[in-house]
């Protein structure tokens, strides 16, 4: 299958920053969306993430016309004062060259009912203004980090995205079991769509 990109431009101040996207024919609600950040904290989760090659997971959603992003972020308020939380944007400003080297959407094998079911899912979480989870805790959904909000949103649909890989990071004051984009972006539930 032919991929067919679009280019766009998405502005932050007085830049203006250009975004790869897939065709919107390609997109369905409860695709996934991984990017490799160029900050500071994609900078760690690549560091963490020996076998990995992005840093950041969102879900696709539909919002009216147009094709959004949900996702769990630390460090993008969208105002002064804004905490960090799930959140929904374009999916061009996801993809914002600022904030995305490079860029895939995957397809979870599953019934579109059921993808459906899980990006609404993940609306519902950023209508609830769900807080970003820093202490990257699995079994608290209280709170949600980008990985965390995925599996959660598909394992309440019977998928298991991960099958329960994590990845053991011991750095000080950071010790555990994670689970990374590079986890996910391995699993075989997933099937690739776009990638740039």
């Known amino acids: ?45 690549l560091a963490a993430d020996k076998n990995g090659q992005f840093s950041h997971i969102g879900i696709v959603v539909r919002n009216g016309n147009n094709w959004m992003v949900v996702h769990a972020v630390p460090g993008e308020p969208e105002f002064k004062g804004d905490s960090d939380r799930v959140k929904m944007e374009p999916i061009a ?40 989870d820093h202490a990257y805790d699995l079994q608290d959904s209280t ?4 990985t965390e909000l995925i599996e959660y949103v598909y394992r309440l649909e019977k998928v298991d995205i991960s099958g329960g890989k994590l990845t053991a990071i011991h750095i000080p004051g950071f010790n555990g079991n994670f689970l990374l984009p590079g986890d996910m972006f391995q699993s075989k539930k997933l099937t690739m769509i776009y990638q740039y």
Request: glycine letters at 6%; one cysteine or more; proline letters at 1%.
């Open 1 to 45: 299958c032919a991929l067919i990109t679009a280019t766009t431009a998405c502005h932050k101040g007085d830049t203006t920053v250009k975004a790869v996207l897939p065709a919107d024919s390609l997109l369905r609600e409860g695709d996934l969306v991984f990017r490799r950040g160029a900050g500071l904290i994609s900078r760690a989760v």
């Open 93 to 132: 400003s996801f993809f914002c060259s600022e904030k995305a080297k490079s860029g895939a959407v995957m397809r979870v094998k599953a019934d579109s009912t059921v993808c459906y079911s899980a990006a609404r899912r993940a609306k519902a979480l950023y209508r609830k203004r769900v807080l970003f």
């Open 143 to 146: 709170r949600m980090y980008c």
